[in-house]
């Protein structure tokens, strides 16, 4: 069982910035496939940008340019820095993560992006 905690969202007007950071509860050093995924009411959750097995980087298409991904393993901390946010980039994002073939996620956290 790993636990994931997201931090860091909050409200911020367009144009802005925030940091999302994300800690597990074991160590991620051997953890490939990894990142973060947004949703917002009556839509499927989506993906915002992750590490893949593959060892690359996968970012969603509105997001590519703006936000990045970066991982710190010594503090099990997965990152995403989220630039020029914009008032559709308003979500719950999620960390996740995944062990052979088991999904975990985060309880969430709530960025809003409004004037």
């Known amino acids: 069982q790993v636990q994931l905690v997201e931090s860091g969202g909050g409200l911020v007007q367009p144009g802005g910035s925030l940091r999302l950071s994300c800690a597990a509860s074991?160590?991620?050093?051997?953890?490939?496939?990894m990142g973060w995924y947004r949703q917002v009411p009556g839509k499927q959750r989506e993906l915002v940008a992750a590490?893949?097995?593959?060892?690359?980087?996968n970012y969603g298409d509105s997001v590519k340019g703006r936000f990045t991904i970066s991982r710190d393993n010594a503090k099990n901390t997965v990152y995403l820095q989220m630039n020029s946010l914009q008032p559709e980039d308003t979500a719950v994002y999620y960390c996740h993560l995944r062990i052979f073939t088991v999904d975990f996620w985060g309880q969430g956290t709530q960025v809003t992006v409004s004037s």
């Open positions: 590490f893949t097995s593959g060892g690359w980087t």
């Open positions: 074991r160590s991620i050093s051997s953890i490939n496939v």
